[in-house]
């Protein structure tokens, strides 16, 4: 259906690659999700940018440490990824640039 073909397409666009492997009478399901910066979903990474809150309470603060939950979109898409922050209300797109896998030294 169009609706079908649309969401698939919607689903590509945003990196989900979903791999067929039939087997009768098995069909295996593999879904392969990596996004920039080699970050796969739930990946573990922390902010390393400036201090930003914004009206709604939604912050991104130094060093907080969140999971990755998408590929970046709009000015973000293939230079950052949706990271979900604790306390946060929605994900925020984060560039590559002030993400890191490792928290910042402590002082």
């Known amino acids: 259906s169009k609706l079908k ?9 945003r990196g989900l ?3 067929f492997s039939c087997h009768p009478p098995h069909l295996n399901f ?3 999700m990596v996004w920039p910066g080699g970050y796969e ?3 573990t990474t922390f902010f390393m940018g400036a201090n930003k809150t914004w009206p709604d309470g939604d912050k991104l603060v130094y060093g907080k440490k969140g999971k990755v939950k998408g590929p970046g979109t709009g000015a973000y898409k293939d230079k950052g990824v949706s ?3 604790p306390g946060n209300t929605d994900n925020i797109d ?3 640039t002030h993400l890191s896998r490792t928290p910042p030294p402590k002082e």
Do not use: S, Y
Request: net charge negative.
């Open 41 to 43: 979903m739930d990946d």
């Open 83 to 85: 990271v979900k922050f």
């Open 94 to 96: 984060c560039w590559l």
């Open 5 to 13: 073909t649309e969401a698939l397409q919607t689903l590509a666009r």
């Open 30 to 32: 593999w879904t392969v």
């Open 17 to 19: 690659v979903l791999i």
